[in-house]
C-alpha cells in the first residue's frame, strides 16, 4: 500500500518516467550548444575561422590603401532621381590621407549663386608666411579668389549648415568661404593646409579640416593632387583622363557641385604629412572652387 501511495504521488507531481526522460535531453541539449558556442569562439579568437560581411563584400572594400576597386566604395541615398539631396552619394578616396568625394553636394543653382556673389571682389591669390604668420604674394599660388563672410546670407548658411552636418564640425569651427578661380595655366603648388606658426593659430586652433568644393568642371588639367598619398595610384578609374601633373599622386578630377573633404590632422590629433596637396595648372577651361577650413576650436570672426 505504501509503494502504491508514492507512485500515484509521484505521478501527480510530474516525476514520471516521461517527465524525467524529458528533462535528461533538454539538458544534453543545452551541454551540446554551450559546447559549441565556446568551440566556434575558440576558433573565432584564433583567426582560423571567420564570419563574412555582407556589407563589405557589397560596398567592394578591401585594403585601407587599395584603390582597386575604388569607385564601388559608394553609397546611394534613396529616393527620387529628380530630387537632388537624393542623388548625393560619398566616394571613399583615401584613408592616407583621410579623403572623401560627396558627389552633387551642391546644386548648380548653388555653384552659379557663389561665383555671381564672388565675381565683383576677386583679387589675387595669397599665401601664408610660415616665418611671420601673415599672407604675402607668391608664385606658388597664381589664381584669384575672395572669402564671403561666414553666414553672411541664407544660401551661404544652408551650405555651412550643409557641411557641419556631413563633418560633425560644428559651424563656428569654420572660417569664411574662400571662393577661388583658375585660368589657363593657373596653378597651386603642393602645400599644407595646416600651420607651421603660433600666430595662425591663435584663433581656432590648428586646422583639422579642408571641404573643397567644385564650383564649375574643367575640361582639363585642373585636378586637386596629392602626392605623398599612400596607395596603388594608378589604380583609379579616371587614371587615363588625368593630365600629367594629375598622375603625380592620388588625384581628383573637378566637376561641378562635387566636393572633396580631406583631414589635415589624424584622430590622435597629430598631423598628417600626407595631406600634402595642390592644384595642377589649368589646361583648357576655368576653374572654379570654394573653400571651406574648419578648427580644431570656435572660429571667432
Known sequence: MVKGRQSRLGLGLGLGPRKSSSRASWTMTLTLLVTCTFLILILLALGIFSIPNDDDASFGLSKPNDLTSIARNTHVSEGGADDDQEQRWVQIISWEPRAFLYHH?????????????????????????????????????????????????????????????????????????????????QKYEPHFDYFMDAFNTNNGGQRIATMLMYLSDVEEGGETVFPDAKGNISSVPWWNELSDCGKKGLSIKPKMGDALLFWSMKPDATLDPTSLHGGCPVIKGNKWSCTKWMRINEYKI
Open 105 to 185: 553636394f551642391l546644386t548648380k543653382e548653388e555653384c552659379e549663386y557663389l561665383i555671381n556673389t564672388a565675381k565683383p571682389n576677386m583679387r589675387k591669390s595669397t599665401v601664408v608666411d610660415s616665418e611671420t604668420g601673415k599672407s604675402k604674394d607668391s608664385r606658388v599660388r597664381t589664381s584669384s579668389g575672395t572669402f564671403l563672410t561666414r553666414g553672411q546670407d541664407q544660401i551661404v548658411r544652408n551650405i555651412e549648415k550643409r557641411i557641419a552636418d556631413f563633418t560633425f564640425i560644428p559651424v563656428e569651427n569654420g572660417e569664411g568661404l574662400q571662393v577661388l578661380h583658375y585660368e589657363v595655366g
